[in-house]
T-cell receptor, first 114, second 109 residues
Framework: NAGVTQTPKFRVLKTGQSMTLLCAQD?????MYWYRQDPGMGLRLIHY???????AKGEVPDGYNVSRLKKQNFLLGLESAAPSQTSVYFC?????????????FGDGTRLSIL | GENVEQHPSTLSVQEGDSAVIKCTYSDSASNYFPWYKQELGKGPQLIIDIRSNVGEKKDQRIAVTLNKTAKHFSLHITETQPEDSAIYFCAAMAYKYIFGTGTRLKVLA
């Protein structure tokens, strides 16, 4: 049982380049989330999805786009990378909000923007 | 807006001692309080959670207490071991998850 899988694990980009981070979950979860983790700031929500074909903005959405074309996948895109987007990105999923279900996290993508 | 304050930001204890991490939340509608452990190079993993109808929950060396009146909850780790060294996050959930800023726990051998 893989849980939540993120690819790639590491990436270095130049300013202005674009890329897509992929998140896949095999738990049939409805909810999926993208967070960024910066030193001293904990986990900040970028975007989330409450089901296939839906997305919504989180706390820090600027500079990012997302898509949820399939229930098991949640993609995070950077159209024009900036040094301020250097961070560790985590994807998470949960069964639902109702019933207070925990989130399950992937192991992260470490992204450096030069 | 809603927030969760977590203290301390760093904590060093001797092996075998206890460690306590405290969180305070602002949204009185919060009713679910998970704790996550993040090891180096890994994502956060759920270690224990508590719901608002329970005041305390224990799982071996780990316990969580909840005081809804004061809006704070705490993680207690007894008989700490070197493998307990990690970053710990609390979270409070009403209609969405709000995470604390994390505590880096170091257990000194």
């Amino acid at each position: 049982n893989a849980g939540v899988t993120q690819t790639p694990k590491f990436r270095v980009l130049k300013t202005g380049q674009s890329m897509t981070l992929l998140c896949a979950q095999d738990m049939n979860h409805e909810y999926m989330y993208w967070y960024r983790q910066d030193p001293g700031m904990g986990l900040r929500l970028i975007h989330y999805s409450v089901g296939e074909g839906t997305t919504a903005k989180g706390e820090v959405p600027d500079g990012y786009n997302v898509s949820r074309l399939k229930k098991q996948n949640f993609l995070l895109g950077l159209e024009s990378a900036a040094p301020s987007q250097t961070s560790v990105y985590f994807c998470a999923s949960s069964h639902s909000i109702v019933g207070n279900q925990p989130q399950h996290f992937g192991d992260g993508t470490r992204l450096s923007i030069l | 807006g809603e927030n969760v304050e977590q203290h301390p930001s760093t904590l060093s204890v001797q092996e075998g001692d206890s460690a306590v991490i405290k969180c305070t939340y602002s949204d009185s509608a919060s009713n679910y309080f998970p704790w996550y452990k993040q090891e180096l190079g890994k994502g956060p993993q759920l270690i224990i959670d508590i719901r608002s109808n329970v005041g305390e929950k224990k799982d071996q060396r780990i316990a969580v207490t909840l005081n809804k009146t004061a809006k704070h909850f705490s993680l207690h780790i007894t008989e700490t071991q070197p493998e307990d060294s990690a970053i710990y996050f609390c979270a409070a959930m009403a209609y969405k998850y709000i995470f604390g800023t994390g505590t880096r726990l170091k257990v000194l051998a």
